[in-house]
Each structure stands twice: as structure tokens, then as C-alpha cells.
């Protein structure tokens, strides 16, 4: 169904957006498909058509995962941090990352430095009598099963200043962030060699542990990615009968516009997310899946047009929750679905910003289950806004404004400060 020419898109009739929250959901969802189906049908294209399109080949990709698991390949692209550091990654690897939008860095920390972090993490929360203080989850996002939490709310702990500002992450994250286009029409969209040290928290999952993991969902927003101008302009490929030139490597216009709040959201722009093992973690221990298809963005957000959708839903995205995979409506997906390798501690995993991701459930997990949360966000106009208030965050030892309000280490004399940055530290806070 290619179109042999480009349509005149000036002239598709305009979208209507809200920059903040509608104050009828319901009455605004209905507009805007109306709005979003009109805009498709000028286009010279039905929403059917638009739709096949990106079906074909997000499930060509979907098929092409579930034979390779079949056959025991692994799914996850693996790259050493030695080749990243020395500029040695193959054109095979390098093309499995962005086929795939996911990637085991092995050996990014020496496994030393990474279990030296991990007791750490510990010596920092038992040294300031966390678990004695703790009043329990402040979120349900991420709720404990057990006496102590799973997820330490602590940002400013050593380990995690080190492990941002090091060398190593910011190695890393530059070669992450070079595989976005951050730069089209006369805009440069973010900075890939600025990285904003987002600081987010440790999970430390102890042996044992029973779990119901976490259902597949994606992080990057929610009805925003649909409502607000700003993201119109970052799918409009979807839109404006050009699908085939959709690309989940643009940042066009993903980098300054607004976003809805709720619990959940991420205030940054990342280009992927990640985290730092911090011990050895086998495959089948209640680990990170993903559908590793980065266009399966392109699915997700045509979806809810197609006939069978009520005309108020979005397929279940809803405010102020993560959003949903579904097998409802997403079914076809599914089969992609892949588990981590097994992972060693010091290695980094990271996955695309829009890619749906999921915890797989486990019983009586063996060994540990520790990560540090450190994703890729360069700096942008969006990462910039956030900076400003992580940098307040930061200096006096509270909860970055992300997360819920619990500020346990305001007062623990061990936190890091100022005189603990370095260049890349203080350029990533944006301190002078
Ligand atoms: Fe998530």
C-alpha cells in the first residue's frame, strides 16, 4: 500500500490538541479520533490501510523473535563495553541494536566495582537506619512484599553518584543516544555527548522472594502521546498518510513539549532506560522482558482508530497509569516477548523509551535481584526543566520531584554534596 507520491500535508485538516489535561476526558478522546481518522481519510488512506502498514511490519519482526526463541537464539542484542569504549562495535551489532532497541552492555563496571557499590548501597541504608525508619511504599507502582522494601527510595547515595557521573556511563550513554537522530530541520533536538544524570532509585530484591512481577506496559506517557501538540508533530508520520517513514529514532519535537502528570511519569526525555546490575542475576529469575521492536510504538498508537475500539477508549491508557499491553488488544505482540540472558553483576541493560517492557513473576527467587536505575536522558530543553529541580533535590538530600515525597536522607551526613561532582556531575545538574 506504498504511495508512489508524498501527500501535501499543510493542507490534511488540523488536529485539535490540549497542552493539559482536558477537563472532559471522555468528550476530548472522541473529538480527537474523529479528528485523527478525518486527517488519515485526507491523506488519501483509510485508517485500515494506515494500520496494515505498520502490522505488517511490526509482526514480520514479532515472527522473526518467537522463531529465534524457539530455536534457543538469544533475542537481546549483547555488546562488551570494551568495543563501545575502543569504537570496535561491529556494523552486525550495531544494526541488531537498532533492530531490536535493546542492549546487554557486558562488562560496563568490573564486576568488583559493581558488588564494592552493591555492599555500598547496603553500609548507606543501614548506616542511617533505614529499615528502622521506613514507613513502607509510598507508591503502588512498585509495592513490597515483605518487612523491607524492594525498592530503596534513596537517590544521593555514593555508588549512585559514581556510578552516574563516571566515564564509563557517560561512554555509554553517548553511543545510546547516537543512535537517535537529535538533529533535522536546523533543530538539535538534545545534546547526545550531555547526559542529565536523572536520578532515579536502587531495587535490592532479596533471595526468596516471591513475586508477581509486572504486567507489560510503557513508560513514555500516556494520552499526551496523543493529545498534545507537540507529540501530534513526533508521530505525525502516523497521521498524515506517511506511515512508511515513521521512525522510532527521531526526536523531532519529543524534547521541549509538555506532559500530563501522574504518579508514574517520568518527567525526562531518555532516550532508552536502564539499569546497573549490581549482582549476578540468571534469566529465569523474575527478570525484565521486553517486545523488542521499537515500531511497535507505531502499533500501539494506531491501534485504538481501528473499528473495534469503543469511542472514548485508547485501548485502556488511562491517566496517571503506566500504560497497558494488552492481550485485549494488543495480542499479536506478545509472542516477542523476551527475557533477559543471564546477567553478571557490573553488566547494564537498557531498552528504548517506548519499548514495551514487562517483570516476569517469580517464587522463591535464588540469589539476588539488585539494580540501580539508570537510564540515558540527554540534555534537552525538557531534561533541562527537570535539571533545575533535581539540582534543588539533590542539594538538600530530598526526593526528586519525580518520585514520591518520602525524603528519608535529608538528613544523613553521608549523602553526596556539591564538593562530590565532578565535571561530568555538575555539567549533568546543569551547575556552572
Ligand atoms: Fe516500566
Partial sequence: MARTTAPDTAALPALPHWDSVPDDLPAATRELKAA?????????????????????RVLDQVEEIAAAKRRGEPAWPEIAYADIAAGTVSPTDLAMLRRRGCLVVRGHFPREQALAWDQGIVDYVEGNRFFENYRGPADAFFDSVGSKPEIYPVYWSPPQT???????????????????????????????????????????????????????????????????????????????????RYDPWDASHRTAGPQYPGSTMCSAFRTFQGWTALCDMDHDQGVLHTVPVPEAMGYLMLRPLLADVPDDDMCGVR????????????????????????????????????????????????????VMYIPAAPWCPRNERYAERVREAFLSGSSPSDFPAEHYERDWADRTRLADLNATGRRGLGIG
Avoid at 517483570?359 to 540469589?367: D, F
Fill in 36 to 56: 485523527l481518522r478525518a486527517r488519515i481519510a485526507a491523506s488519501g488512506r483509510s485508517v485500515e490501510q494506515v494500520f496494515a502498514v505498520i502490522e505488517r
Fill in 162 to 244: 559514581q556510578a552516574r557521573q563516571s566515564d564509563r556511563m557517560a561512554r555509554v550513554q553517548a553511543f545510546l543516544n547516537g543512535q537517535w537522530t537529535s538533529e533535522s530541520d536546523g533543530v538539535r533536538w538534545f545534546d547526545p555527548g550531555r547526559d542529565s544524570l536523572y536520578p532515579d532509585r536502587i531495587r535490592r530484591r532479596p533471595p526468596g522472594t516471591d513475586s508477581g512481577g509486572l504486567g507489560a506496559h510503557l513508560d513514555p506517557g500516556t494520552l499526551d502521546l496523543w493529545m498534545t501538540g507537540d507529540y501530534q508533530r513526533a508521530f505525525r508520520h502516523l497521521f498524515d498518510g506517511t506511515v512508511e
Fill in 319 to 370: 491517566l496517571n497509569q503506566a500504560f497497558p499491553v494488552s492481550d485485549r488488544w494488543h495480542a499479536p505482540l506478545l509472542p516477542a516477548l523476551t527475557g533477559l540472558p543471564d546477567i553478571k553483576a557490573g553488566d547494564t541493560v537498557w531498552w528504548h523509551c517506548d519499548m514495551i517492557h514487562s517483570v516476569a513473576p517469580v517464587t522463591g527467587q535464588q540469589g539476588w535481584g539488585n
